[in-house]
């Protein structure tokens, strides 16, 4: 994604801080998720060699998910946000 910078003499500092703000709040989300995936134990099927490992029990996926949501969907959210803000 293109971004341009929102420089602070274009009256938008108020703009600044929102976006600061928008930011803070995805990166509070992408931390708790990355936590809660740490708080899930791996499962014993996880473990075993012999596991088809396209079908997922119930923790695999949700570990599986909330990382891909962290890192695929937020981190990029919150970089591009930074981005518009100048340096």
């Not at 791996?42 to 060699?49: I, K, T, W």
């Not at 396209?54 to 919150?78: F, K, Q, S, W």
């Amino acid at each position: 994604m293109t971004t341009m910078k929102l420089e602070a003499g274009d009256g938008m500092t108020a703009l600044h801080g929102e976006i600061r703000a928008w930011a803070a709040l995805l990166e509070t989300a992408r931390t708790g998720l990355l936590r809660a995936v740490g708080r899930i134990p791996p499962s014993a099927a996880e473990a075993d060699p012999e596991v088809d490992l396209d079908v997922m029990d119930p923790a695999t996926e949700a570990r599986a998910v909330a990382r891909n949501v962290a890192e695929g969907y937020l981190r990029p959210a919150i970089d591009d946000l930074r981005s518009l803000l100048p340096e």
